[in-house]
């Protein structure tokens, strides 16, 4: 069946550096990518999307990445923060009447000063 | 925009008991979804609405959950009776298709703990 799939569960890394954080997706039909941000105690909050017409998008610090070829999304995140350590997850619609996403199960990122 | 509203924050409660989650979506957004989270099974989807009518439930576990969304503004939860295997974190998300696709908005989550 379909599934999302992260290829880490944790990545620690040095307050500055850049980070990336890694999801496989199983259905080629897919169309629309989102990576959320979810802090201790709270919800999870949109970061970036991309849909699949696109192989890049950026934002402020943060860059997505899509290989549909191999059904790989990746988040990049530039000079990470303390304020970055989170649970990272990325999800997929598969749905064509737009509204059934598919959570993976999430990438704890640590940022130590 | 005060966001997605969910009350109550926390909830403890004893097994058997009914428990009612409440959600106020984002003024404008047509859709609202209900997840649950826990550590074992991550985020999943329970059910969403698409302008107030139940679209997909198959995620609701069993006949003890039930969600209505009687208006554009509201929509609760219901767990009756509670269980132990219950308690989760329920996440209500609203959002608003552009062009059949959406970005969901997600409240601060109820934390439920049923003893």
């Known amino acids: 069946g379909e599934s999302v799939g992260l290829h880490l569960p944790t990545l620690s890394v040095q307050e500055g550096d850049n980070s990336i954080i890694n999801c496989a997706y199983s259905?080629?039909?897919?169309?629309?990518f989102i990576w959320y941000k979810q802090e201790s105690g709270k919800g999870p909050q949109f970061i970036i999307d991309?849909?699949?017409?696109?192989d890049k998008r950026q934002g402020q610090r943060v860059t997505v990445l899509l290989n549909k070829t191999v059904k790989h999304l990746s988040l990049q995140i530039a000079a990470t923060q303390p304020g970055d350590s989170a649970v990272y997850f990325c999800?997929?619609?598969?749905?064509?009447?737009?509204?059934?996403?598919?959570f993976g199960k999430g990438t704890t990122l640590s940022v130590s000063s | 925009d005060a966001g997605v509203i969910q009350s109550p924050r926390h909830e403890v409660t004893e097994m058997g008991q009914e428990v009612t989650l409440r959600c106020k979506p984002i003024?404008?957004?047509?859709?609202l979804f209900w997840y649950r989270q826990t550590m074992m099974r991550g985020l999943e989807l329970l059910i969403y609405?698409?302008?107030?009518?139940?679209?997909?439930d198959s995620g609701m576990p069993e006949d003890r959950f039930s969600a209505k969304m009687p208006n554009a503004s509201f929509s609760t939860l219901k767990i009756q009776p509670s269980e132990p295997r219950d308690s989760a974190v329920y996440f209500c998300?609203?959002?608003?298709?552009?062009?059949?696709?959406?970005?969901?908005?997600f409240g601060p989550g109820t934390r439920l703990l049923v003893l």
């Open positions: 998300a609203s959002g608003s298709p552009p062009q059949g696709q959406e970005t969901q908005y």
């Open positions: 999800a997929e619609n598969i749905d064509q009447a737009g509204t059934a996403l598919i």
């Open positions: 259905n080629s039909a897919s169309d629309y």
């Open positions: 991309i849909r699949s017409n696109m």
């Open positions: 003024s404008g957004h047509n859709s």
């Open positions: 609405f698409n302008n107030n009518v139940p679209i997909d």
